[in-house]
C-alpha cells in the first residue's frame, strides 16, 4: 500500500521534527496515550472532508450555470 508507506514516512519525518524543537515536551504531553491527538486529528480529517464536499458543491453549481 503506497499511500500507507508515505503516511508512516511523513509521520516519523514530523515526529523527528517536533522531538528537535523546543516546544518538544509539550507536543509529548499533548499526545499523552495517542487519543487525544488521535481525536483532534480525525475531527480535523472530518472538518477538512466537509469543507471540500461543500467547496466541490459550489464548483458544479457554478459549472452548470
Known amino acids: 500500500v503506497p499511500f500507507a508507506r508515505y ?3 511523513c509521520a516519523r519525518v514530523l515526529a523527528r521534527a517536533h ?3 523546543p516546544s518538544a515536551i509539550d ?3 499533548y499526545i499523552g ?3 487525544r491527538v488521535t481525536t483532534s486529528i ?3 480529517c472530518d472538518a477538512y472532508a466537509e469543507r ?3 467547496d466541490y458543491e459550489t ?3 457554478t459549472r452548470t450555470q
Do not use: D, K, P, Y
Request: net charge neutral; aromatic share 10%; no cysteine.
Open 52 to 54: 471540500s464536499r461543500e
Open 59 to 61: 464548483f458544479v453549481a
Open 19 to 21: 522531538a528537535q524543537s
Open 33 to 35: 496515550n495517542g487519543r
Open 27 to 29: 507536543v509529548a504531553e
Open 42 to 44: 480525525l475531527a480535523w
Open 7 to 9: 503516511a508512516v514516512a
